[in-house]
């Protein structure tokens, strides 16, 4: 009655908000088995496949007709997201600018960022993913606003060293105002 888990290769370690299914084989099936699944001491589960959402051992125990138990297991590892970062505007920059100028932002995370992801806005969808960097990002007056001032909104967010990305930070904006003429 011997259960072999299967799961994507690697897959057992993922980001908060991923899943793993588990799934099993038995190599000489019987109609009578019945599955229970446990993380740790606890049932969870009844049946197969089971969908995994947070970090554990695992275990699958197969039943058969006669009483006979066998067990397979696997341990699953969920990587905590970065916290939300903060943005804002770096010293000496606002957010109110002409078409020929630029403004800077700043951001900071609580947690050790591998890289900062900076996206352009089409509020509230990050829609233009514009720079993978450092914890600022510049950006110059919008070309639109020879017409009139033009709002823009960014958002940034972490991606660790483990390959998670944390919430999207609150937006930011930018108006560009258009530049005197001569």
Request: contains cysteine; hydrophobic residues 35%.
């Amino acid at each position: 009655v011997q259960p072999i888990l299967t799961y994507p290769a690697g897959k057992n370690i993922f980001c908060d908000g991923d899943s793993v299914i588990l799934n099993s084989v038995v190599p000489q099936p019987d109609p009578g088995v019945v599955f229970k699944w446990y993380r740790g001491v606890d049932s969870v589960f009844n049946s197969k496949p089971y969908t995994v959402k947070s970090s554990g051992l695992y275990s699958l125990v197969a039943i058969n007709s006669n009483g006979c138990k066998d067990t397979a297991q696997v341990n699953v590892t969920v990587y905590t997201l970065p916290r939300k970062p903060t943005i804002s505007y770096a010293a000496g920059f606002s957010g109110n600018i002409c078409a020929i100028d630029s403004t800077r932002f700043s951001s900071f995370s609580p947690d050790a960022a591998f890289r900062y992801v900076w996206y352009k806005v089409a509020n509230p969808v990050p829609t233009q993913l514009l720079l993978t960097s450092t914890n600022t990002y510049t950006t110059f007056g919008s070309p639109s606003a020879i017409f009139g001032a033009v709002t823009e909104y960014y958002r940034v967010r972490i991606l660790d060293a483990r390959g998670c990305y944390s919430v999207f930070s609150d937006s930011i904006s930018v108006i560009t105002r258009p530049s005197p003429t001569s």
